[in-house]
């Protein structure tokens, strides 16, 4: 029996991400597009997600999809750039260090959307949608039709479909490229 569990994201990423300042949706997105877009290239999954600093535009974390070589499920890129930001600002609530976004590729799954709540994010903003995702045979799983108005609710506004097309492009590429559905 395993009593620890271990997951990263690759070391090329930081060359992108680390010091990066991306002030507006499109920014952000156009740089978690290009980490979805060679996350496709290491045959992993077509998603990626990062962490921003809304007041300065700073990346605190770059996440992407790390289901097939971790062999864990919930290694989802928004997963990922959730808990990196954490653990690199060292708090669990992320608001307790500033305003945050977190920028993903593709509307969350029904368990990143779970997990936005407790993060800390103040903002989520989104590229491909669900049925862009569900289109090349992904499972997005049980989220509620309001998902956007609840979490609004909770104070997270969310900003989507931005780039939507570009974002679609990364999993139609991942789709013909004939990359493993989970
Ligand atoms: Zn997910």
Not at 102 to 109: D, G, H, V
Not at 130 to 144: L, S, T
Request: charged share 20%; proline share 4%.
């Amino acid at each position: 029996m395993k009593t620890k569990v271990e997951l990263t994201v690759p070391e090329s990423l930081r060359a992108y991400a680390e010091g990066f300042i991306a002030t507006t949706p499109e920014a952000r997105m156009q740089a978690v597009i290009d980490w979805s877009r060679g996350n496709v290239e290491r045959a992993e999954g077509p998603f990626a997600a990062g962490v921003f600093n809304l007041d300065n535009g700073s990346c605190i974390a770059a996440g992407v999809n790390r289901v097939i070589s971790s062999g864990c499920s919930v290694a989802h890129g928004e997963m990922m750039a959730l808990m990196l930001a954490q653990q690199t600002l060292e708090v669990v609530n992320l608001a307790e260090k500033g305003r945050f976004v977190l920028t993903t590729s593709a509307q969350p799954c029904s368990q990143c959307f779970g997990a936005i709540p407790w993060s800390g994010v103040e903002a989520m903003e989104f590229g491909a949608t669900r049925d862009d995702v569900e289109a090349i045979g992904f499972d997005e799983g049980p989220c509620p039709e309001n998902w956007r108005e609840l979490l609004e609710g909770r104070n997270i506004r969310v900003t989507g479909p931005v780039m939507q097309k570009e974002a679609a492009a990364v999993l139609q590429e991942y789709a013909r490229s004939g990359g493993n559905l989970y």
